[in-house]
């Protein structure tokens, strides 16, 4: 293989090791990191004694991000606030055209399943996401990760109960999400109180993710009247060289507030049964980087 056949080889699969890796980390720049880890691996190997570059590839991000993911939970890194995921633009255009595959993008890349995916260990998480999210088969996951078939179907039957269990259920159409997105930015905007309570489900919970570099809730908030309360007064605050536009990240419409232009806070709605149930905020400036960048990490259908 030359190497300008395994530059090509990289390229058509970087999407894909991106989507692991960023599955596997939540973090945007650090899957980067890893696939190009991956790249420094396959451009040092031996390839002739590579027989499927796919399946080496996927085996190299995959391990290398399990070794990022295991480090990062033996330092115990501390984290100021509530954590949340990376955003991740998934607004690829007609990558993506069947509602099918739109779906199951949305759903493996949703706040929801990361957050939940961040509590599994770092072996049930790679094997949870090669199973569910690229429907790898059973004796595959086990090669690629060096161990028995029956101990990767353990592994990933724990890990799927787990997210099934703690998972919220957001089953929304665009349609309507699209709709409860404009009434909820109209009302936080003016600061209608009335307006957020009537979207507002009871239970409702707000996580604000910061990293003490930005102003946000330490601690999360529940009940429609402390998150309805929260919303209307930071919504009249004053707001010079402020705009807002939706976008699409981690497979569903969001709210981009920007500040002279450049990316300040991320609003994303869980929405279960017509009501908004979840209200996440990132305001961490280094998570929102990769929305000042106008670029997706990878395409929608190789991911």
């Known amino acids: 293989m030359t190497t300008e056949t395994a530059i090509d080889v990289f390229e058509e699969n970087r999407p894909l090791l991106t989507g692991v890796a960023y599955r596997m980390l939540g973090r945007v720049a650090d899957a980067e990191d890893v696939v190009q880890d991956a790249w420094l691996r396959w451009s040092g190997a031996d390839r002739t004694e590579v027989r499927e570059p796919r399946a080496y590839l ?22 100021v606030g509530p954590w949340l995921p990376e955003p991740y633009p998934t607004d690829f255009g007609d990558t993506v055209p069947d509602t099918a595959d739109r779906a199951l993008l949305a759903d493996s890349v949703s706040l ?58 957001f089953d929304v159409d665009p349609a309507q999400r699209r709709r409860l997105t404009e009434r909820f930015l109209a009302a936080a905007t003016e600061g209608d109180l009335d307006g957020l309570l009537s979207l507002l489900a009871p239970d409702v919970r707000l996580v604000g993710d910061s990293g003490g570099k930005a102003k946000a809730p330490v601690r999360e908030l529940f009940t429609a009247g402390k998150v309805g309360r929260f919303l209307a007064a930071v919504g009249t605050q004053p707001s010079a060289g402020m705009a807002h536009r939706f976008i699409e990240v981690n497979g569903g419409v969001a709210v981009l507030v920007l500040s002279e232009g450049r990316p300040d806070t991320l609003f994303q709605l869980g929405i279960t049964d017509g009501a908004i149930s979840a209200v996440y905020i990132t305001r961490n400036p280094d998570k929102l980087c990769v929305l000042a960048e106008g670029r997706p990490p990878g395409r929608a259908n190789s991911m």
């Open 58 to 79: 996927v085996r190299v991000t995959t391990r290398l991000a399990l070794d990022r993911l295991r480090q990062v939970k033996s330092r115990g890194e501390a984290y």
């Open 112 to 169: 929801a399943v990361l957050v939940v995916l961040e509590s599994l260990s770092p072996l049930e998480r790679a094997v949870f996401v090669l199973r569910e999210a690229f429907g790898y088969p059973y004796a595959e996951i086990a090669h690629l990760l060096d161990r028995g078939e029956p101990a990767v179907r353990q592994l990933a039957g724990r890990a799927r109960r787990h997210v099934e269990e703690r998972r919220p259920r």
